[in-house]
């Protein structure tokens, strides 16, 4: 009876270690699926998205949520952490991933950006990620552009969705609304 229990308090502890060990494992296993997983990211549009600076190792590990074309509207040196866009676009193109360059510095948002963000995305091959330092102007400048195109959305839903996406137009309003006043005009 004494080497019965013995056994049984020696299988209760290998068992014991099985699953702790098991579990170890386990934690080391998602730690890792969560660093191969996609970066943060918010849905504008259907096939648009913005995110927040993107790094070289997001593009070479695939993080980037199946994009087909990655738009960079940070300014260059804009902060020393920073990689520049030509090493963003090399990392893309690396990764058949298509690769702009629209910068957009803080502050009012130029008429060329828009323009160029509607016609880059006008001609995108598959879904887009447009990324600055944390995403706002990103947003910001996909509003103006999505207010100045003739099949653009309403104002009020432009506002909600650059909302939903965790940003602000409250400055930018009265340049949505006339832009949107503009797109009328010329339909006409």
């Not at 648009?48 to 593009?59: A, K, P």
């Not at 020393?80 to 090493?87: N, V």
């Not at 207010?147 to 965790?166: F, K, N, Q, S, Y």
């Amino acid at each position: 009876m004494a080497v019965l229990r013995k056994w049984t308090h020696t299988f209760a502890f290998l068992i014991a270690a099985l699953v702790g060990m098991a579990g170890v494992i386990g934690l080391a296993w998602c730690n890792k699926q969560q660093s191969r997983s996609a970066i943060a990211h918010q849905e504008l549009v259907r096939g648009v998205w913005v995110t927040s600076q993107v790094s070289l190792e997001d593009i070479r590990g695939g993080k980037l949520h199946g994009a087909r074309m990655l738009i960079d509207l940070r300014p260059d040196g804009e902060a020393p952490d920073q990689p520049p866009s030509a090493q963003v676009a090399d990392a893309a193109r690396a990764a058949g991933i298509d690769f702009a360059y629209i910068p957009v510095a803080h502050g009012a948002i130029a008429d060329e950006a828009v323009t160029k963000l509607r016609s880059t995305l006008a001609g995108q091959p598959g879904p887009a990620l447009l990324y600055c330092r944390s995403g706002s102007r990103a947003a910001r400048t996909w509003a103006l552009g999505e207010a100045t195109d003739e099949r653009g959305l309403p104002a009020a839903t432009i506002r909600d969705i650059v909302a939903r996406a965790g940003f602000a137009t409250r400055d930018l309003d009265a340049d949505i609304d006339a832009r949107i006043a503009a797109r009328k005009q010329g339909a006409n």
